[in-house]
């Protein structure tokens, strides 16, 4: 069997990515057949090492013998991308934002190449991004450009519930015109395949959130339960579907055990909660993709780069769920 490569890209050279990569090295993972491969600028690792008192060796490895390599405590492997300002710890430099673009690209192109399933992503700065005059929403909108995928779905996870969003960066002002009966109905056709083929549940349990307070408490605060999401969520009931709703937002939340995933409608109405029942637990999921995709659940926490107090929980989580999903 051949080995499985997981690709991490480091994010954000001036906040915690580069930290919390470093942890990489030292944790011992589950892999089975798959070889975790940091992707990044390998003199910029090794300082923060330095300054963060961690004894890793960093081995830069060569991606013509990519497969010839093995994941070792206490060594890190990386796919050296320079970086033109490494010296730029806790704070952001436009300069930079080719290299966090670069190395995302490298990781797509490997993919592409049928080196690689599997991408696990550290923050990044969508500021400093589109400061450079790259329009850049999110990793999981440019993911779903990258891979000429039409609709993706955001998932958000950690041990006690799973999250699904209608929407994702969106201005809230822009939100109702995205809820429509196709973009719900291709939402639940992408949570319902993925949750059968890589989660092997045959029957999700699916709790719909409706847009307005109370679910538009009949029509009075809002109709688009009435002429949009209900008629959808009774079309897919029809066929034999675990879907329900549409639920108020604010109490659906006191019923996690009752699904398998809610389906939030917008950013803010679900992972609010999501992050303050979890937040160094919770992991993004992008649906969808002809590759599996992860990534860690928080910001580059520019104020945290290099003190040591930067928590690598959600990229560990997040490089184990791929592995665990990765049925080959």
């Not at 830069?60 to 390599?69: A, E, H, L, P």
């Amino acid at each position: 069997m051949s080995k499985r490569l997981v690709l991490v890209t480091s994010g954000e050279p001036g906040g915690i990515g580069p930290d919390i990569c470093l942890d990489v090295a030292t944790t011992t993972f589950t892999l089975n057949n798959h070889v975790i491969i940091i992707i990044g600028d390998v003199t910029l690792l090794e300082e923060r090492a330095k300054l963060l008192n961690k004894a890793i060796v960093i081995i830069k490895v060569d991606i013509n013998k990519i497969t010839s390599y093995n994941n070792q405590k206490g060594q890190l492997l990386v796919l050296d991308i320079p970086c033109p300002n490494p010296n730029c710890m806790g704070k952001l430099d436009v300069a930079n934002a080719p290299y966090v673009l670069n190395i995302l690209e490298y990781a797509i192109n490997l993919c592409k190449e049928h080196k690689a399933n599997i991408i696990v992503t550290a923050p990044v700065s969508k500021e400093v991004i589109n400061q450079s005059g790259v329009k850049f929403p999110g990793h999981t909108e440019y993911f779903a450009a990258s891979f000429d995928c039409k609709k993706v779905v955001m998932l958000l996870a950690n041990p006690y519930l799973k999250v699904a969003l209608l929407t994702t960066h969106l201005a809230l002002k822009d939100v109702p015109f995205h809820v429509t009966e196709y973009n719900l109905d291709q939402t639940l056709e992408i949570i319902i395949k993925t949750f059968i083929l890589q989660y092997g549940i045959t029957s999700p349990r699916i709790g719909v959130c409706g847009l307005n307070p109370h679910a538009g408490e009949g029509g009075y605060l809002g109709d688009e339960e009435l002429r949009i999401i209900d008629p959808v969520i009774k079309q897919w009931q029809l066929k034999g579907y675990d879907v329900s709703g549409s639920y108020p937002a604010d109490t659906i939340f006191t019923h996690t055990k009752d699904f398998d995933v809610i389906l939030a409608m917008y950013h803010d109405q679900g992972l609010p909660v999501l992050k303050y029942s979890g937040f160094e637990d919770g992991i993004n999921i992008t649906l969808g993709l002809p590759i599996i995709r992860t990534s860690v659940d928080h910001g580059t926490a520019l104020n945290l780069a290099g003190t040591g107090k930067a928590s690598s929980k959600s990229l560990i989580h997040a490089i184990e769920y791929a592995i665990k999903l990765d049925r080959g």
